[in-house]
């Protein structure tokens, strides 16, 4: 599709070159990428600050949150063919399990590592591997003196991965984080303890009381040795959807419970409620994951696992951040959805996304159609 709208994306490798490329791509190279990349986005951040614009801050519960929010999430990609490294996965499948981060704030894949299909969810040194890349591909001028809350589900809850974050505090990086947390039997008799009078209802995304949901915290009633110091503990309990996968403890009490872990002191505005919402923001990684699978890594084109690797570092670094000239894109649309691409494009002059918002080619480009 590229090769064939030269006149929109300029020229394209040839297929050949494309595989020598992959081929010769080693660690050193993928480290020399990863610095370049690094190097280009503090550019492309120093000229959005100048054009007045900046980074733009993450909005949860009606407000802004300071500083940055990179999000950790890993996924599955299924193999239909045989893989170096490719393996079975916790869902019946086969392939590989990647993990993932991009930074709420622009939308941008940050770092990544390709895995076996049978890796562990939950494999701290992997998520340490992940967050000490992201913290490298953010300039200094970020790094230091700015607030970088880090997300991630239930996988990134293993104690080794939260003291790593709090122990880059060490180096001047102002690090805090928000994860998932598994309901284990002390948190099952914590909810059950917990008074009526102490829920509180929980948050929209705008900022307003939400309906049929919760929030509680359970800090001091749940043990929480071996996290990091002044871990605090959250519980959201709500009427499930019809279809949720429920647990035996939900199936009892009739609602579904969600939990997480955070080191935001109530101080800095961290009540139950706003941190709740905040955490919740983190499902945006899905939809990162999903765009990035259509337009790249979703299916790896070589038998052998170092190729793959190149491959990841590529289309799944395909950032939706500033563009080089400081400005921001129109509606994100470096990505523009899956399947946005208008199948009457050599008809009109124009791409759409799936929500109906148009974007101009150039004419030169049109008149190639």
């Not at 979703?298 to 190729?307: L, T």
Request: aromatic share 6%.
């Amino acid at each position: 599709m590229l090769r064939d709208q030269g006149a929109v994306f300029g020229p394209v490798a040839s297929t050949p070159t494309a595989w020598r490329l992959l081929a010769d791509t080693d660690e050193a190279a993928l480290a020399s990428l990863r610095a370049a990349r690094a190097s280009a986005r503090e550019v492309a951040w120093m000229q959005a600050a100048e054009t007045g614009e900046g980074i733009p801050a993450v909005r949860v519960g009606g407000r802004e949150l300071p500083g940055l929010v990179p999000d950790l999430d890993a996924t599955l990609v299924a193999c239909q063919s045989e893989r170096e490294q490719a393996a079975p996965t916790y869902k019946g499948g086969f392939g590989f399990h990647p993990l993932l981060c991009f930074l709420a704030n622009t939308g941008e894949a940050v770092s990544g590592q390709l895995r076996p299909g049978n890796s562990g969810a939950n494999t701290a040194a992997d998520h340490i591997a992940v967050f000490d890349q992201a913290l490298a591909q953010i300039s200094d001028a970020h790094r230091h003196g700015t607030a970088i809350l880090i997300r991630a589900d239930s996988a990134g809850s293993a104690k080794a991965f939260l003291a790593r974050v709090r122990d880059v505090r060490k180096r001047g990086i102002r690090t805090f984080f928000s994860v998932g947390c598994a309901i284990t039997e002390p948190v099952h008799r914590a909810v059950r303890a917990m008074p009526d009078r102490l829920w509180h209802p929980a948050l929209d995304q705008n900022g307003t009381l939400g309906d049929g949901a919760e929030v509680a915290e359970l800090t001091g009633m749940v043990d929480l040795a071996g996290y990091p110091a002044d871990t605090r503990i959250i519980v959201r309990r709500e009427r499930p959807h019809p279809g949720a996968q429920l647990s035996l403890f939900d199936q009892d009490e009739g609602l579904r419970h969600q939990v997480f872990l955070t080191d935001t002191p109530y101080s800095s505005g961290g009540s139950a409620q706003f941190l709740e919402v905040r955490h919740r923001g983190h499902a945006t990684a899905e939809d990162h994951i999903r765009c990035d699978k259509t337009t790249g890594f979703g299916s790896f084109p070589s038998r052998q696992f170092g190729v793959n690797t190149g491959w990841l570092d590529g289309p799944a670094r395909c950032s939706r951040g500033p563009l080089p000239d400081g400005s921001r894109p129109r509606r994100h649309h470096p990505c523009m959805r899956p399947g946005s691409i208008c199948p009457k494009i050599g008809r009109r002059d124009r791409l759409c996304d799936t929500e109906g918002f148009e974007f101009r080619l150039r004419e030169n480009a049109v008149d190639e159609f």
